[in-house]
Every structure is written in structure tokens, then in C-alpha cells.
């Protein structure tokens, strides 16, 4: 699998560019705010069909620009791709594929598949459950498109019933569209809850087994956690849905007077321990990148053993943040696929990789040396 060339039109900073890649690794620099993360973003939007970072399809469009497309051709599958995101101010997107418009993100993600890796991951294991719901949320969009397309309803429907709970006191008429939301929720979050539950219960093993590795020895462990009503979350839906039901009864008084959602998907996460201990609380620095690290190099296997190839690999930004040795680890096992790395200086990781580099200026790609 890989992308050979881009094509970004009214895209972030982008007024009209294009650029070709190798099929290996493309070490893409240049200076802060040049638009090397943009870059990222375009490749991942067209693989994903969504952004790893904006909340709205107008933040992806220029500041003057009524407009915006990104357009990559490659091969996925042993099939030659072309697929393209349009954006227009104050009209759905459109997702594109082969000349063919796509009507949902279900059709369009999955042509492409890739992995991202970003400073922010680095909050995996000390950061908040929201980081390691991304972390779930990003990979099994691409690998189960109906997830995606369950995980945008969730969204829509949970600020619905946030909205009742805050607004019910001043209109009282809307507690009749409780029983509503709670039915809606209740049967989306089992459907998460299980996907979630059977990739993190993969993620475990692979992470466990990189970690080992890399550690020499030290444990890492992982355990996808949900509401507690739930006794199961690798079950089919259907089994964990009345669990799911039975714990918005219990919790309906709770969440008139705290006007708080208190029960779905929303309040999942993955517990993380090292040799036993919550790594959360106890991880060194050390140890808390090793693990974060393990995660994102199993969450690629798991990408890999899913499609039969390896995905493109992103990693934005992050070898700076890590030592010589972390770096190492990740460099010696990012063989096999297409990879982009963004940096700063390129003249020391195009020596180690021995990648092509692109250089972004101004919202222009330029190849080495040009």
C-alpha cells in the first residue's frame, strides 16, 4: 500500500500544491508553521476520511477560500486508487473514489489505511482517557468502516441528550425525549464498546509482546474498561445493550441533578499497568514513552495483520521528542510500508533512514535539493 502523489487545493495553508512520494520512507521538513502537519492531515484525511485533528470541515479550508480539495492516487489491495475530499463552504463533503462519489465515510475509508504518530500520543499513558479513546477511535475507523459511521451517530446523539440535561430544568418538556436518546445511546455504545473491546483485547498482546522487547523484559498490560454494568465488552452487541440500558436507569436521577450524560462509550478507556502498577500513577518518564511507543507500534501490526500489507505510517514531529535509542527502535521497525516523517532539520534522519526528502515552504512541496 502507498500513495505516490497529492494533490491540496484551498487546504489549510495550502493554495494549490501537489507533491510525489516514494513508496519507502519520505522525510518531509522545514521550518514551524510551513505546513508539514497539514501535509500529514491531507494523507490521513484521505485515508481515514476524517481529520486527526479538526472538529469541523471549515477549519480544513484556507482563511479567503470557499473551497477545498485534496486528491491522492496510489495502490491499496493490489488496485490502483484515486480518491479525493471536497470541501465547500456551507455544503456536505464530498468523498470521492475512483470517479465514484461515495454516499457515507463507510464506503470511502479503508481505500487507504494509515497510522498515525504524533507528540500528543506520548499522553497515552498520563493523559486522560479522551487521548486513548482517540487512539481506539482513529485505528478502527479505518478497519471497520461501520464503526466510523456508528461513532459519528454516537456523537450527534450524546450532544443531543447533553443538551436535555442541561436545558431540562428551564424546559421541562424536553424529559420527554429521555426514553429516546437513552434507547439511541444505549444501542450505538454497545456497538462501540464492542469493537473497542475486541481491538484493544489485540492491542494488548501485540503491545505486551513489542514492550518485552524493547524493555528487556518489563511487563506492560492492558485492559479496556467500560461502565460497570457491562460484564462483557468483547460480546456481540446485542448481549451488551440491555446492559447498557439497566445502567442508564440506575443512573437517571443522577443525571437530571448533575445534568450530566453518565452513561455510554463516552466514559470507556484502557487501563495500563507496567510490572503490576497502574502506569498512570507509577511510570517513570522512561517508562511511560516505552509504552507509548509499544502501543503505537502494535496498533501498525495490528493494521498490517487486518489488511494483509503494511499501512502508511505518519509519524509527525516525534523523533525529536524522543532519545537516540527510542528513535532507533522505532526507525529499525518501520521497514515494509510507506512512512512520512516530518521534521525540522532533515540532513540527520534522511543519513539514518535513508529517505527522500521533501521540504515544505509557505505551503509549497519542493524535492530535495530543488
Known amino acids: 500500500m502507498y500513495i505516490d502523489a497529492i ?3 484551498g487546504f489549510r495553508n495550502y493554495v494549490d500544491a501537489g507533491a510525489e512520494f516514494s513508496g519507502g ?10 505546513g508539514k502537519t497539514n501535509l500529514l492531515e ?5 485515508c481515514a476520511g476524517r481529520s486527526f485533528r479538526a472538529r469541523s470541515d471549515r477549519e480544513l479550508m484556507g482563511f479567503d477560500a470557499d473551497m477545498a480539495r485534496v486528491e491522492a492516487h496510489g495502490l491499496s489491495g493490489e488496485r490502483e486508487r484515486r480518491v479525493e475530499v471536497i470541501f465547500t463552504r456551507g455544503r456536505r463533503r464530498q468523498l470521492i473514489v475512483n470517479s465514484v462519489k461515495q454516499k457515507t465515510v463507510e464506503t470511502f475509508a479503508g481505500n487507504f489505511s494509515a497510522v498515525l504518530f504524533c507528540p500528543e500520543d506520548l499522553n497515552l499513558i498520563k ?30 446523539a450524546y450532544e443531543g441528550k447533553t443538551r436535555i440535561l442541561r436545558d431540562w430544568e428551564e424546559k421541562p418538556d424536553l424529559l420527554g425525549l429521555l426514553d429516546e436518546y437513552d434507547y439511541v445511546l444505549a444501542r450505538l455504545s454497545a456497538e462501540l464498546i464492542h469493537y473497542r473491546a475486541n481491538f484493544v ?7 505486551a509482546r513489542i514492550h518485552g522487547e524493547f524493555s528487556g523484559g518489563e511487563k506492560l498490560e492492558l485492559r479496556y474498561t467500560t461502565v460497570k454494568t457491562v ?8 448481549r451488551i445493550f440491555p446492559e447498557i440500558m439497566e445502567h442508564q436507569r440506575r443512573h437517571r436521577e443522577a443525571e437530571l441533578a448533575s445534568r450530566l450524560c453518565l452513561t455510554g462509550a463516552h466514559k470507556d478507556d484502557i487501563e495500563i499497568s507496567v510490572n503490576g502498577a497502574p502506569a498512570r500513577s507509577f511510570a517513570s518518564q ?11 507500534l502494535a496498533e501498525l501490526e495490528i493494521h498490517r495483520g487486518q489488511l494483509g500489507e503494511y499501512p502508511l505510517l505518519l509519524l509527525d514531529d516525534v523523533l525529536s521528542e524522543l532519545d537516540e535509542r527510542r528513535q532507533d527502535f522505532i526507525l529499525n521497525r518501520i521497514g515494509g510500508g510507506q512512512v512520512f516523517i516530518t521534521c525540522c532539520e532533515d540532513e540527520k534522519v ?21
Request: charged share 20%; hydrophobic share 40%; aromatic share 4%.
Open 127 to 156: 493523559g486522560g482517557a479522551a487521548e486513548r479513546r482517540r487512539l481506539m477511535d482513529l485505528s478502527i475507523c479505518q478497519l471497520r468502516p461501520r464503526y466510523a459511521a456508528a461513532l459519528n451517530e454516537f456523537n450527534r
Open 7 to 9: 494533490t491540496l487545493q
Open 286 to 296: 522512561g517508562q511511560t514513552r516505552t509504552a507509548a511507543l509499544s502501543m503505537k
Open 231 to 238: 460484564t462483557d465488552p468483547t460480546a456481540p452487541a446485542a
Open 25 to 34: 520512507i519520505n522525510v518531509i521538513a522545514g521550518a514551524n508553521a510551513q
Open 201 to 207: 483485547e489485540k492491542l494488548a498482546g501485540e503491545a
Open 42 to 46: 491531507a494523507i490521513f484525511l484521505v
Open 350 to 370: 534522511a543519513k539514518r533512514t535513508g529517505g527522500r526528502v521533501l521540504t515544505v515552504e509557505a505551503g509549497n512541496v519542493y524535492p530535495s535539493g530543488k
